[in-house]
């Protein structure tokens, strides 16, 4: 109940491209839902957060897509630059609680 | 620094030691948080502290683990007999609140490899 379903676990785009990342819950109180990007031998730093009451919300070249019927979210990053290279995790939680619950990470490679 | 400090960095004991790990969390911020990182896998919650209030220790593996925050300020994790799937990145976080769309800031984390 508390999971976050997240894929591809792994994902290679040409620069230039568009990555997309999902993630998939089941717990319906969940009603924040951020994404964070790590990389290498730092800490995870939050980059773009919805609430279901939107269906998308754009940053730059970030975007997330939310379908509450479905209880999917997803992150596309456009014009993928290799700067975008990192792990990006997908997070939920619910009103009531105080913790976030996270995916298990993607990892993606833009190549040059 | 303005950031969440961790320490140690990197932290190499052998199975049945025990191990304490440092988070010193942004000035200001009530709440503080500790994750693990295992290696492919996402990060999973341990130990939650806000302000005064008793803290949420749910995610804690086993009684192995305990943790305490003092003055509300600085946290320490600290593993007991420590064990080879207890290697992993132990990170810290904190925030101005817990509830609602408050942003986890996290520190570097501590890397424990346990022989």
Not at chain 2, 54 to 76: I, M, N, Q, Y
Request: aromatic share 10%; with cysteine.
């Amino acid at each position: 109940q508390q999971q976050v379903k997240q894929s591809p676990q792994s994902l290679i785009v040409q620069k230039g491209g568009i990555s997309i990342i999902n993630c998939a819950y089941e717990n319906t109180a969940f009603d924040y839902f951020p994404w964070y990007q790590q990389f290498p031998g730092k800490g995870p730093a939050l980059l773009i957060a919805i609430r279901p009451d939107v269906s998308e919300k754009k940053e730059g070249r970030f975007t997330i897509s939310f379908n509450k019927s479905a209880k999917q979210f997803s992150l596309h990053i456009m014009d993928s630059q290799p700067g975008d290279s990192a792990t990006y995790f997908c997070a939920a939680r619910a009103g009531s609680a105080r913790q976030l619950t996270f995916g298990s990470g993607t990892q993606l490679t833009v190549l040059p | 620094g303005a950031g969440v400090s961790q320490s140690p960095s990197n932290k190499v004991t052998e199975k049945g030691k025990d191990v304490e790990l440092r988070c010193d969390p942004i000035s200001g911020h009530t709440a503080l948080y500790w994750y693990r990182q295992s290696l492919g896998q996402g990060l999973e919650f341990l130990i939650y502290f806000q302000g005064n209030s008793a803290p949420d220790k749910s995610g804690l593996p086993s009684d192995r683990f305990s943790a305490e925050r003092t003055g509300g300020s600085v946290s320490t994790l600290t593993i007991q007999r420590t064990q080879q799937e207890d290697s992993a990145v132990y990170l810290c976080a904190s925030s101005w609140s817990s509830g609602g769309g408050g942003e986890l800031f996290f520190g570097e984390g501590s890397r424990l490899t346990v022989l």
